[in-house]
Structures are given as C-alpha cells and as structure tokens.
C-alpha cells in the first residue's frame, strides 16, 4: 500500500491549536474507523495519542483529540504546550490484518 | 506494567541476516499482537507486519514478504523478527510493539540494524 499522505510541517505558538490532516483513500482510511495517531520526540519510541479515530487512551491530555471525514482523518491539537514539539504520525488499518503509516508531521516553532 | 524488552544493536554486512528478539511481560502475551514496525535514520514509521501470539498467524508487508519471518515462543514470551538478505536501505531501528484491535498501544525501546560493508 502507499503511505498515508500528512503535511511535512505545521507551525504553532503556545496556546494556539493546530490541526494535522492524513489523508488516505477509500481502502484505507475511508473503509475502517481504525485510525491511530502516535508521537515521537527524537530519540524515544513512538506513544499512542488517539485510537479509533477519536478515542484517547487513558493518560493522554484531552488537548488531543482525532476525527475523520471521507478519507481524511485529523489530529487537532489545542493550548498548544512546549512539550507537544515533536512528531506525529497517522496510521489506518488497511484491510486482510495490514496496517499503513502516514510520512508524519513535525510539529514545530513552540 | 507492560514492557516489550528488545535486543541489543547488530551491524551486519549487506547479503546477511539480523533476529531481533523482544520479550514481554506485565500482560498475558497470548491475548495479543506483535507487530514490527521500522524507521529509517531521519525518516519515517514502516509498518513491517504483525504475529499472533495466540496462533502465530503472521501478515508481512508486501514489499518485506519473502525476506522477513516473524515467530513467537509463548513459553518465554518472546516475539521474533528475522530479516534476510539485509541491504544498504535495511539500516534501520526496529520496533516491536504490542497491538491491539487497530492500533499499536505500547512499544519497546528499538533496536539499531546497522548494514554496512
């Protein structure tokens, strides 16, 4: 499968909210609500933010929320906080127990 | 606590093969996935595919199949993830991490495959 298509930058101040777009097609994110969100500092291991295309695990700020629409899922994140400087990746479940990433997003300018 | 514990960092040449081994504990291992997951210096996440530790039916990447295998041991707990035939664009960290029903909801610390001549 392609890779999921995210911007390759977004830029925003302390307590702005920014929003970070994955957009996929119809067999990915637009056939399944199984889209996840994950973010990486340099040099750690990815953490799960959003699951389910909306769902937040326990201890994740309720700054991050997800949503979709069509074939494009969303990770907006509100009050933004030093600490949130990182990357971030989508990921959709694509059918037959495959799995596709988006390129990730850095998040940057905090 | 969940902990998915990986083995240490290879340097391999190219035409070689790298295991990588990620053992688990704080949940029972057979209730869930393994998947591998791997990132390229400066690049992005890779899905690899994944395993069930319950039967062990496996799901790899296209673009992996036929040079990756990845096995579980239930009696100790340990995933595995073998790649063949390692080239240049192999160097990577290698992710284990546990998944759940759509996503992937705790990870191990990686592993270095470094492949150089």
């Known amino acids: 499968q392609s890779a999921l298509t995210q911007p390759a930058s977004v830029s925003g101040s302390p307590g702005q909210s920014i929003t970070i777009s994955c957009t996929g097609t119809s067999s990915d994110v637009g056939s399944y609500n199984l889209v996840s969100w994950y973010q990486q500092h340099p040099g750690k291991a990815p953490k799960l933010m959003i699951y389910e295309g909306s769902k937040r695990p326990s201890g994740v700020s309720n700054r991050f929320s997800g949503s979709k629409s069509g074939n494009t899922a969303s990770l907006t994140i509100s009050g933004l906080q030093a600490e949130d400087e990182a990357d971030y990746y989508c990921?959709?479940?694509?059918?037959?127990?495959?799995?596709?990433f988006g390129g990730g997003t850095k998040l940057n300018d905090l | 606590q969940v902990q998915l514990v990986q083995s240490g960092a290879e340097v391999k040449k190219p035409g070689a093969s790298v295991k990588v081994s990620c053992k688990a504990s704080g949940y029972t291992f057979t209730s869930y996935g393994i998947s591998w997951v791997r990132q390229a210096p400066g690049q992005g996440l890779e899905w690899m595919g994944w395993?069930?530790?319950?039967?062990?039916?496996?799901n790899y990447a296209q673009k992996l199949q036929g040079r990756v295998t990845m096995t579980t041991d239930t009696s100790t707990s340990t995933a595995y993830m073998e790649l063949r035939s390692l080239r240049s664009d192999d160097t990577a960290v290698y992710y284990c991490?546990?998944?759940?029903?759509?996503?992937?909801?705790?990870w191990g610390q990686g592993t270095l495959v470094t492949v150089s001549s």
């Open positions: 395993i069930s530790a319950y039967n062990g039916n496996t």
């Open positions: 990921c959709s479940y694509a059918g037959s127990s495959s799995y596709v």
């Open positions: 991490a546990r998944l759940v029903v759509g996503a992937i909801d705790y």
